[in-house]
């Protein structure tokens, strides 16, 4: 595509000839190179010789409509900008045109300002997409099998300590907040374990209600309770020899606390309704994203759990503590979207990378997936431009910035304050022997015959520096016999 940015280059598509000049008059003048097509079937010849910046094209025409050209449009150059031009402005056309990739679309009859608005917008996301980095992941796949991305330090930790624990068999608590990544963890661990070739359940115990967590994790006894019609084996049993995942088992009832416990000490467990002990061999790792040590000091969590629960603490951190990981993880995602066939994006903008590395990810990992992929959907070439991001998160990040230049603004005032203050304070010590009365205007001859020196005389330039009229200021200089 041609990216000359002293003279883009603009096709228009139109079968109307006076659509065609009153564009070119518009577009010309603002210093476009303009080249026409009279149908979707001679543009499309058009575009494959001479490739050009942006596209107007118009919905209606003879022969091949403006969509079916936009398709075949898309086929040959998925980055160049194709703006729609259409009288009839319905939500269909609207959906359609953005559906298979239009930049935009303008109504007829044409607001010159309207269209060269939108010229000059969509030439700077070619130019943002042509800076964007070629999508080159720095991981090699067998990095990203297990889901796991980060090169940051903090990361770094977690994957040696699941190396050293993993085959070890010890109950795991993780820890961090919603959205890091605990449950790739808890699979990592187990991928690395002896127990690999065995089952791996997870369970989430916020998901599950207390009156049927029991019958989900031991099983239950048919008739044990309304609705118990046959017997029913719990995860554990289900999980013979293998790791079960309980997830924010903060959130788990004191009862069903007990009875994990006995698990852990007794490595056994009683289906609801039933007398039968069955034993069963259940490596145990769990995650929270609340504070159970807290819990414990509340009494709502066991404390003897707690400390069966944690013989090895892995914390998984935040995102926001992470952020050198971002591009990795963005690579990874949109490797993920383009396997699965979700998105065909493979660039992000610098601009768009900073906004992702700059966000404070309250949602983290989690988030930033949900981001990606909604900016990945909704891109018009094969770059993730800022435009694209969702709109909470540049408004978040603009509001971010006013804050901090306001605090920055603030910082200067307090120190220009300070400096103020300061030398006041050598002002007074010298002038407090003058008589009463007399220091102000000792001060002001003292100030003014600094800004005479200063400005060598210029007295327009005196009477700005000090904020004084230029007949005040005449009055003064006579006054401390100082030349006009």
């Not at 065609?20 to 190179?33: E, F, K, M, N, T």
């Not at 079937?41 to 050009?52: F, L």
């Not at 200067?412 to 007399?438: H, M, N, P, W, Y």
């Not at 330039?461 to 004084?468: P, V």
Request: net charge negative.
């Amino acid at each position: 595509m041609s990216s000359d940015n002293k003279n883009p280059t603009i096709l228009i598509i139109d079968d109307d000839s006076e659509i065609r000049y009153s564009l070119d008059r518009v577009l010309s003048r603002a210093g476009y190179q303009i080249i026409e097509a009279a149908s979707g079937e001679e543009g499309i010849d058009m575009v494959r010789k001479q490739s050009p910046s942006i596209i107007f094209l118009d919905i209606r025409m003879g022969g091949m409509t403006g969509i079916e050209a936009l398709q075949h449009l898309r086929s040959i150059d998925r980055q160049v900008p194709i703006i729609l031009m259409t009288a009839f402005g319905t939500t269909q056309t609207a959906i359609e045109a953005m559906k298979f990739g239009a930049f935009d679309y303008v109504m007829k009859p044409f607001d010159p300002e309207k269209v060269l608005s939108l010229a000059e917008s969509a030439l700077g996301a070619v130019q943002d997409m042509e800076q964007a980095g070629s999508y080159e992941p720095k991981l090699k796949s067998e990095d990203y099998k297990e889901g796991i991305v980060g090169n940051s330090p903090a990361m770094q930790e977690v994957f040696k300590t699941i190396g050293q624990v993993a085959a070890s068999g010890a109950t795991v608590l993780i820890s961090g907040e919603s959205g890091t990544g605990k449950e790739l963890i808890a699979r990592a661990l187990f991928q690395h374990s002896l127990r690999s070739s065995n089952p791996f359940i997870a369970v989430n115990c916020a998901a599950i209600p207390d009156n049927l967590i029991e019958s989900e994790l031991f099983g239950h006894e048919k008739g044990s309770f309304t609705g118990a019609t046959t017997q029913r084996k719990g995860k554990f049993e289900q999980c013979d020899r293998g790791t079960i995942f309980l997830d924010e088992i903060g959130d788990m009832a004191l009862a069903t606390q007990t009875k994990i416990l006995r698990v852990l000490q007794e490595g056994e467990i009683q289906r609801v309704g039933g007398s039968e002990t069955i034993e069963v061999d259940v490596r145990i790792i769990a995650a929270t994203n609340r504070d159970l040590e807290e819990m414990v000091r509340e009494k709502t969590f066991r404390e003897d759990l707690y400390y069966r629960l944690n013989v090895v603490r892995i914390r998984v951190p935040s995102l926001r503590e992470r952020t050198e990981d971002i591009p990795d993880l963005v690579d990874y995602m949109l490797q993920i979207l383009e396997k699965e066939k979700k998105a065909k994006v493979r660039k992000v903008s610098p601009e768009a990378m900073s906004v992702l590395c700059s966000y404070q990810w309250p949602g983290n990992v989690r988030e930033l997936e949900n981001t990606v992929y909604r900016s990945a959907v909704v891109a018009q070439g094969d770059a993730i431009l800022i435009k694209n991001l969702p709109e909470e998160i540049t408004k978040a990040i603009r509001i971010a910035e006013t804050n901090t230049d306001e605090s920055d603004v603030s910082s200067g005032e307090k120190r220009e304050a300070t400096s103020i203050a300061t030398a006041l304070d050598a002002v007074f010590a010298t002038l407090k022997t003058e008589e009463e009365g007399a220091l102000l205007r000792r001060l002001e001859k003292e100030m003014i015959i600094r800004a005479y020196s200063e400005t060598g005389g210029d007295e327009a330039m005196i009477a700005k520096l000090l904020g004084l009229t230029q007949t005040t200021l005449k009055k003064r200089l006579k006054e401390f016999q100082l030349p006009e």
